[in-house]
């Protein structure tokens, strides 16, 4: 359904408390469903953070900044409470002279300070949860697990997820932990789970010249089988034990070598590295823009998404399947949802089963990895594409718009049988 069945172009307000574009997490799912809806026929603009990076195509408007912070933030920090603040305040002269037709928020601070645009606007809002909110901040060491600010901010959480007209999720399991951890109407909850572009994230799209020039700027050792990572380099993603791991597989054997791609913790873990004896062994690239992200990924032969969290999404993975990469990934409930049986999982979330898992991806056979690729590739196709996350949102935004009931029928990947197997 697109935004023709109503009598103009609606216009929507989309709130994104962060410093968009930063190219990982919540900003790939905050741009490609905004180019979906665009696409679809909404006016769509974003409320933002200064300091982010602007892309052609997408109205985004930034909140004052202060002179003493211009860094991208990743996670949780106090620095956001002054931003929120700032974004809250231009959001509510935005909303007084540009009034929205309906409102859709990304994150919690954005859930909150959409409540009060919605109560100012009329509009409904849409909140886009994408992991718990104390949850996160526990696993970014902002919050000790029971003490009394976490209790504070539980209960903030508990209020916020409960403001929304419809609440989308990142995942069908932070859809289940909505109902049941935090008691929401299973009515106004929809799994509407991170998807990929498989034309953009696509193998096929690379000549083997491009990509033996490119190993050879990175200097990749061409006779390696490489492991490939792209993300935040952060403790609860799993980067320590990832290189521990790779220091216990480098006892047992030497044909591997880790493209660790991504930021902001790159000082901290090449000093891991080089204390692990992996100066070797390891390639730190830095950022990677999301647009370039294809061409890196495309020089891996498995992928590595050792990522703790158990609420969070890992979009990571999908953009792994959807270049054919064999993945190793704990056994989280949001890596079993997107992998299904075509992950390859340590039994425990210890660097050691991680390095023996490793081992297992390493000693697939050419034809092997090939054939769990095709089957990854086929899986992110079926299951989790924009088209069709595109078709639900904008289902549940003419309802809201029309007053009309909401769609029963939900974008529920889980029940979606694909032929095959890995």
């Not at 490119?214 to 006779?223: R, S, T």
């Not at 823009?289 to 294809?294: H, K, S, W």
């Not at 490793?358 to 089957?375: F, I």
């Amino acid at each position: 359904m697109s935004a023709s069945k109503t009598n103009h172009q609606p216009k929507i307000l989309t709130l994104a408390p962060t410093m968009f574009f930063a190219d990982y997490g919540a900003h790939v799912r905050i741009l490609e469903e905004a180019v979906t809806l665009r696409q679809l026929g909404y006016d769509l603009e974003i409320l933002a953070y200064p300091n982010g990076r602007d892309l052609s195509g997408l109205k985004v408007r930034r909140c004052w900044g202060v002179p003493f912070n211009y860094r991208v933030i990743v996670g949780s920090s106090r620095h956001k409470i002054y931003l929120d603040v700032l974004l809250a305040a231009m959001a509510i002269f935005h909303v007084l002279r540009h009034k929205p037709d309906l409102i859709h928020a990304h994150l919690h601070e954005g859930g909150l300070i959409g409540w009060i645009l919605s109560k100012l606007s009329g509009a409904p809002l849409v909140f886009d949860f994408q992991g718990s909110l104390t949850s996160e901040m526990i696993d970014h060491n902002f919050l000790r697990n029971g003490g009394l600010r976490h209790k504070l901010f539980h209960w903030l959480e508990r209020r916020i997820n409960f403001m929304a007209d419809v609440i989308l999720t990142s995942s069908t399991h932070a859809a289940n932990l909505l109902t049941e951890q935090f008691d929401l109407p299973p009515a106004r909850v929809y799994p509407t789970p991170d998807c990929v572009n498989a034309d953009t994230f696509c193998r096929d799209n690379f000549s083997t010249d491009e990509l033996c020039r490119l190993k050879a700027e990175l200097a990749l050792p061409p006779d390696k089988k490489i492991i490939v990572y792209l993300g935040v380099l952060t403790s609860y993603q799993g980067i320590d034990k990832l290189l521990q791991a790779l220091a216990l597989l480098k006892t047992q054997r030497d044909d591997f070598h880790l493209l660790l791609m991504g930021y902001p913790g790159v000082v901290y873990y090449s000093h891991m590295a080089k204390t692990l004896g992996l100066d070797e062994v390891v390639t730190f690239t830095g950022k990677i823009n999301y647009e370039a992200a294809p061409r890196y990924l495309a020089l891996g032969d498995i992928a590595a998404a050792p990522k703790l969290s158990a609420t969070e999404g890992s979009g990571k993975i999908l953009n792994y399947m959807a270049m054919s990469l064999p993945t190793v990934a704990f056994n989280t409930a949001v890596s079993r949802e997107f992998l299904g049986d075509g992950g390859i999982y340590p039994t425990e979330t210890t660097s050691q089963s991680l390095a023996a898992a490793l081992n297992r991806a390493l000693n697939l056979s050419p034809a092997e990895r090939q054939r769990l690729g095709r089957y990854l590739r086929r899986r992110v196709m079926h299951h989790y594409n924009w088209t069709q996350a595109g078709e639900q949102i904008s289902a549940i935004y003419q309802a809201l718009l029309t007053g009309q009931p909401l769609p029963e029928i939900k974008f529920d990947l889980t029940q979606r049988p694909l032929s095959g197997q890995p």
